[in-house]
Every structure is written in C-alpha cells, then in structure tokens.
C-alpha cells in the first residue's frame, strides 16, 4: 500500500514538473526593463530661454515658448536620433527701447540613453546642430542690438531626465542646453543662450 501510495505521488510530482518546463518554454521571455526595446518618442515641452541680444554686454532678456522633439531610436543600443523645433518670443521689452523678439530654432542630431537598470528616471544626453530664425522689431532697422534676420546655424548641446509612468507615458522632469546662434550682429556674430524645458513625453 505504501508503495502504490509512494508511486501516486511520485508520479503527480512528475506530471507537475513536467507541465511546470513545457508553460516556461511556451511562455515568451520577459526582458529586464535596462535591455526593452526603445521606442520613438514624442515630446512637448514648455521652454524658457534666458539670451543676451546687444553686444558688447549681457544685455540679457527671457523669452517663453514652446518644444516639439521626435525621437528615433537607432538599434542596437541606446542611440537615438532626435530632431527638435523650439519657438520662443520675448516675455519683456528688450532694452529701454521696447524691442520684442521671436526666435525659431529647428536642430537635429544624436541622442544617448544613459544605462539605469530597473530605475524609473531615464536621463540622457545630446548635441543637436541645425538653424536658427528670428523676428520682430529687435531685428528691424539699424539699431545697437540689429541682427540679420535670414535664417544662421544654431546649435544646442545639454541633456535631461524623464520619468517613466509607463510604457507609453514620460513626464520630462527637466532638460537643460546651452544654445548657440550665429546671427550677424556687426560684433561677434553669435548670441548665448541658456534654454530650460520641461513636458510630456508619449512612447509610441
């Protein structure tokens, strides 16, 4: 009796084991969150750009707007190419004499992901070159702080970090660039400009 009882349950331990193997391999392999595929991603940000405009000084002013960045993950690995269109204007009058500006930057270039595991907050770094716009009565007439107004090189190089809500949501907790634009202003020819954004981000 003991044998046949020893033999029952050595055989339902066999048929758990053997049902237990067959689910693992017909199951698909779970990768850890570090090594899941990229995806392309979608940002719109709030920006806030602190400029300089006359030369031969700070002649510093802020100015308000807007991001939109598509992101194209380049596989394998964590390299993605990003292409960035930013308008912002001007949020105070520009010198004693009122002067008001819009600048329009659309920059493209790489992307890296910096490795963080299982951690939530995915920060990464970035150099984008491309071109730059601006209008407005800063760029009209022949004043001390004129420009060109045709369209110059720009580039932005910085980085940020986003939070992961889930696989299809970020919230881009904050980015940070220092902005470069070569517009002819009869001195030096380009303009600093230190650029702040933050936003949502959507995972497609």
């Not at 719109?44 to 802020?62: K, L, R």
């Not at 010198?95 to 500006?101: E, G, I, K, T, W």
């Amino acid at each position: 009796m003991r044998i046949r009882t020893k033999a029952f349950y050595a055989l339902l331990l066999t048929i758990a084991v053997v049902s237990a193997v067959s689910a693992a391999a017909q199951a698909p392999p779970t990768a850890p969150a570090a090594e899941s595929p990229r995806r392309a991603e979608l940002a719109v940000d709030y920006t806030y750009i602190h400029s300089n405009a006359p030369p031969g000084g700070c002649g510093c002013f802020n100015m308000n707007g807007g991001s939109v960045i598509f992101a194209w993950p380049v596989k394998p690995g964590r390299v993605a190419i990003a292409a960035d269109l930013t308008i912002d204007g001007s949020s105070e009058a520009i010198s004693a004499h009122n002067f008001n500006l819009t600048l329009g930057t659309f920059t493209v270039g790489p992307r890296y992901l910096l490795p963080v595991h299982h951690f939530p907050i995915q920060p990464y770094v970035q150099v984008l070159f491309g071109a730059a716009r601006a209008s407005g009565s800063l760029v009209n007439g022949k004043t001390p702080a004129s420009i060109d107004r045709s369209a110059e090189f720009a580039t932005n190089f910085g980085g940020g970090a986003d939070l992961r809500i889930n696989p299809t949501f970020s919230i881009r907790l904050a980015e940070a660039d220092y902005l470069l634009t070569t517009f002819n202003n009869g001195v030096n020819d380009h303009q600093n400009n230190t650029r702040l954004s933050s936003g949502i981000v959507l995972h497609f």
